[in-house]
Structure formats: C-alpha cells, structure tokens
C-alpha cells in the first residue's frame, strides 16, 4: 500500500514487494508528493496526521489532498482508523493553518516549537467519527487508487459464489462462441448507449476476483433491469459468450439480477443419472433412504436414460437435500455405477 512515510513518487522495491507510489494516488498532484518526500528528507517521519499538515508546503495541499491519502492507505499509521483520520483532515489542516501564520508573523506558536519559548499545548484529539465499513473502506481506496488493493468485496463471498455461478471471468476467455454461462461480479463502469432507433442500452465493465469483461445489456434488457446497475454493486448475469477474432470476447447479458436475489434463486441441485433398467423397487427404497436421511435445501432431479438414448430429467419433488460430498459418498457408495453430481443449472 502507499505509505507517507515509505512511498516515492513512483512504485518501489521494498523488502522484495513493491510498495506503491503517491504519484498514483488521485487528487495527489507532483506538488503535493514533492512537498511530502522534501518534509520528510529534512524532519524524518512524519509523527501522526497533524505533524503531515503542519510540516507540508499549504500551497500545494488542501483537504481533498490529504483525505485522498487517507482512502488511499497511506496514512494508516498516522491512526487507528481510516474513518477517523478522514474527518480529521479539515482539522488538521487548520491546525497547519494557523501555525503556519503564526511563523510567518514572528509571534510564538501555540504548539511550542522545539526550540521555543512558548508554552506547549496539546494538539487536538482526532475528532470522533464512525468508522468505517470494510465496504466503505474498499470503496474508497478504490475511488483513491482506481483499483481494490488492501481487500476485494467479493473475496469474503468466495464459497458462496463458486456454489451459484458456472464460470469466474478468468475462464471466459477460453469458452466457445456462443456459450452460455453465469457470473457474478462488481459492477465497474457503465456505459449508457443510444441506438439509431433511439432505445437505451448499456456496456457494463464487469469485476471479479480473476479479472474483467464487458458486458453488452441490449434495450429490453436494459429497460427491466438497469435499477440494479450500480457501480461496485455485486450482480449475477447470466448470458452468452461472443467470441470474436476483431472484437475480443464480450458477454452478451440475458439476465441481470442482484447479488441478494440471484444467492437464494441460484442454489446449487443434485442430479442423478441412471439407464431406465436399472429402475427397481429395491434401487428406488435404496435411494429413497439415503436422501431423506440427508434433508436440507437443494433440489433433486433425475435424469434418466432411455434405451434409445434420449433423456427424461424431472425434479424429485419428495426430496430436498443439504449441499455438500456427504449425500453423493453415501449414494455412490451403495450404487457405484449410479452418477451423483452438483449442478448449478443456467437459467
């Protein structure tokens, strides 16, 4: 992460990892960082976020300068929390403020100097804040950095996403034209487009933890679902690869839903696929016993196979089963042909 006290102007090699520069931090212009890295070559480092204000050049940092560095990360030793560091900003700075005229004037400073004659008075306490969210708190980095950096929002949602969607973005890229799949990812960007016939549609620049594509919402779509497109908003969409040697690969949305609804719509279902001969009473109590004895929240369905070859699936309606290995052990330990699988079906 940048650090006031570590970072130069561009990235650096620290220790074997590469500690990020504050000429990278938006709102941080080259004035701003030359100021900080010249108080820091002459006073040392910095002691907390009043000393930053107080020993950096005024022209050069104004609020939004330094509530930037605290989204960003790069105070974060300066406090014990990023909520608070950020309403004290405007504090500090007019701490600065009034130490600065004072040195200009001649008179004594109400801080006491080292060196000094004036009495010391103590710098104000952060001001109380709210700290906060770990949604906040990435968001804002974000904003700072352009990009997640100390945390991602959907890495606490790992397990729980794996088990809804067919593909993370990093394994689009690899899929046929045409494909259909289901992801679920941070809105990044969203471009609204006009088409010739004046409808409005949407490219929606899409993020998860492996990587992003973009995501083309044809009008329809667009009307039906665009309350839900918020930027750094977790949605699932379901839809088709496009594959294109001149255009690259893009998802072409056919549904769009919010995390909230698609988690409870998109629950994982067991299937069982067996051959139409091998149907028998004592096969049918067998199963019937193991999926009763593992309840929980998951459909079942059975495909059978026909002796021509086609298939019939149908949704056990008796049966509702808890996710997890232990129900497909006990089928397949007491029918090994029987094939036992996990399905998340595209809608």
Known sequence: APDVNRSEWRVTLEDGKIRFGLGAVRNVGQAAVESTLAARREGGAFRDLYDLAQRLDAGSVNRRVLESLVAAGACDAMGPERGQLFAAAGVALEQAAVLQRERASGQSSLFGEPGGGA???????LPMAQAWTPKERTS?????????LSDHPMAPL???????VSHDIAGLAELPDGTEVRVAALIGEIKNVITKKGHRMAVLTLEDLSGRIEATVFPELYESSNRHFIIDEIVVINGKMESRDDRGTKLLAAEVMPWSSARAAYRPSLKLEMRAEELTEEWLESVDGILNSHRGDAD???LIVMGDGSREETRARRYRVAEGDEVIRALVGRWPSLRVRWSKEIA
């Not at 804002?140 to 997640?148: C, S, T, V």
């Open 119 to 125: 009495a010391t008075v103590a710098l104000p306490r």
């Open 140 to 148: 804002k980095e974000k904003e700072a950095l352009g990009f997640f």
């Open 158 to 164: 790992r397990k729980e996403i794996a088990s809804v």
């Open 300 to 302: 079942v369905y059975r």
